[in-house]
C-alpha cells in the first residue's frame, strides 16, 4: 500500500490509544494487514532505481507526513501521534533498506519475504480507490478524536 495510507492509519491509531506504549506497536502491525488489502502501490522496485520511482516515494512519504503534521500540529500528544505513523510506515522503510543495502542477515531475509508474499497487489484503478478508502476512513478517525 503507499506510505500517506500507513501514515494517516498509524496517526489515528496513535490519536485515538492515549498510551504509546501500546499504539507505536499497534501502528506497526497495522501495516501487514493493510498490505494484505488489495492494493496498487507501484510494486517492489529493485536498485537501481529509476528517478521517477525516487521521487515518487518521496512525494508519497513527504505528502503523508505533511498531512499529519499540519492535523496534528499544537495537538497535546503530536509526538506520540507522529510517533505512531513512523511505526506503520517502518516494515517498508525497513524492506527498503533491506533491498538497497542487499542485508543477507537471515532475520532480515525472512522479514522480507514475509512482507512481499503478503502483499494484495492488484491493477491501479480498484488498487489505488482501496489505498484512498483507507486513508480517508484514517483521516476522519483523525480529525474526529
Ligand atoms: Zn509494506
Known amino acids: 500500500m ?15 490509544i492515549p498510551n504509546p506504549a501500546l499504539a507505536i506497536p499497534l501502528s506497526f ?29 518521496i512525494l508519497d512519504l513527504s505528502f503523508g507526513l505533511a498531512l499529519i503534521f499540519v492535523i496534528t500540529s499544537g495537538k497535546q500528544r503530536e509526538l506520540s501521534i507522529l510517533a505512531s505513523s513512523l511505526a506503520a510506515i517502518s ?37 489505488l480507490y482501496t489505498s484512498a478508502v483507507t486513508a480517508v476512513i484514517a483521516l476522519l478517525l483523525l480529525l474526529k478524536s
Open 2 to 16: 503507499l506510505s500517506t495510507p500507513h501514515l494517516l492509519v498509524g496517526a489515528a491509531i496513535g490519536q485515538i
Open 29 to 57: 502491525l497495522s501495516h501487514f494487514p493493510l498490505d494484505a488489502v488489495p492494493h496498487w502501490d507501484g510494486g517492489a522496485p529493485k536498485p537501481p532505481f529509476k528517478l521517477t520511482t525516487v521521487l515518487k516515494t
Open 91 to 127: 516494515p517498508d522503510i525497513i524492506q527498503g533498506t533491506i533491498t538497497i543495502l542487499d542485508l543477507k542477515w537471515k532475520p532480515l531475509k525472512v522479514f522480507a519475504t514475509f512482507h512481499l508474499n503478503i502483499q494484495g497487489r492488484i491493477g491501479p484503478v480498484i488498487g
